[in-house]
């Protein structure tokens, strides 16, 4: 059964480790996407709104297998960020869960709408993306933290009656 929770002290750098690790050995992405990681954590943790921005930690047999954060981008805008699932727990329903939970809060904090950014090698992350709703609006090459990458931006626009 997958749990999930609000972060305690660590989970925020538990997130930027096991991004940093998990993406290196699985993608060869180097230390310049942990720092991206660790960025957008900082924001996050420096600006909290807990009436429009949440983070939940998925658990599953009393371990952590699973982040993901909500952002706010605007008044009517809230971000989708650093989806993650253990290699462990993949095909438990852990990504699933983790969406679920974060646009429903999404739509109760009152966001018209949710945008992320991932790269189109992420097909697991792009297929949930997209059976959630979400469309693919723009792509563009980028070498940020990786070669060949091509980073992507999705956007899901909540309907009047969701």
Not at 32 to 48: L, N
Not at 59 to 87: K, Q
């Amino acid at each position: 059964m997958i749990s999930l929770r609000a972060p305690r002290p660590g989970d925020f750098g538990w997130i930027v480790q096991r991004h940093g690790l998990l993406y290196a050995e699985e993608q060869g992405w180097d230390a310049r996407f942990e720092g991206v990681v660790a960025g957008v954590v900082s924001d996050y943790v420096k600006t909290f709104d807990p009436a429009r921005e949440a983070c939940w930690i998925a658990e599953h047999a009393g371990r952590s297998v699973g982040s993901i954060m909500l952002a706010r981008e605007s008044d009517t805008v809230g971000r989708l960020r650093l989806l993650l699932v253990e290699p462990s727990a993949r095909g438990l329903g852990v990504g699933e869960t983790l969406i679920r939970e974060c646009l429903s809060y999404a739509r109760t904090a009152g966001y018209a709408e949710i945008i992320l950014w991932t790269q189109s090698n992420l097909l697991p992350a792009r297929r949930l993306y997209a059976r959630h709703g979400f469309v693919l609006e723009d792509s563009w090459p980028y070498d940020g933290f990786g070669q060949g990458l091509v980073s992507e931006s999705w956007r899901l626009k909540f309907q009047a009656e969701d």
